[in-house]
Nanobody, 119 residues
Framework: EVQLQASGGGLVQAGGSLRLSCVAS????????IGWFRQAPGKEREGVSF????????FYEDSVKGRFTISSDNAKQTVYLQMNSLKPEDTAVYYC????????????WGQGTLVTVSS
């Protein structure tokens, strides 16, 4: 059974940092890409950052470039999202998701973790 467990959210002041973790199980980690998405109140879900586990290539949405860093610890089957210089507009529920490298759609989702950035 594919499982994704996200954690690490919390309340932080603007300018602060948080590190989100996504622990994966039930699939061959190396054959997947992992993504972080977020959904703010009243807004649609958006992709934030993605990593291909097999080659380590990464992608960042423009608004988080230079502030967020995605990484993976393959031995622990865990993907991290280091979030620095947080802004109030980063406030959202953050989800991690997985897709096989041969697929387009992220089919497997973890539960969300709430990030609240106060001004």
């Amino acid at each position: 059974e594919v499982q994704l467990q996200a954690s690490g959210g919390g309340l932080v002041q603007a300018g602060g940092s948080l590190r989100l973790s996504c622990v994966a199980s039930g699939f061959n980690f190396d054959d997947y890409s992992i993504g972080w998405f977020r959904q703010a109140p009243g807004k649609e879900r958006e992709g934030v950052s993605f990593i291909s586990i097999s080659d380590g290539s990464t992608f960042y949405e423009d608004s988080v470039k230079g502030r967020f860093t995605i990484s993976s610890d393959n031995a622990k089957q865990t993907v991290y999202l280091q979030m620095n210089s947080l802004k109030p507009e980063d406030t959202a529920v953050y989800y991690c998701a997985a897709r096989p490298n041969v697929a387009v759609r992220y089919a497997y989702w973890g539960q969300g973790t709430l990030v609240t950035v106060s001004s």
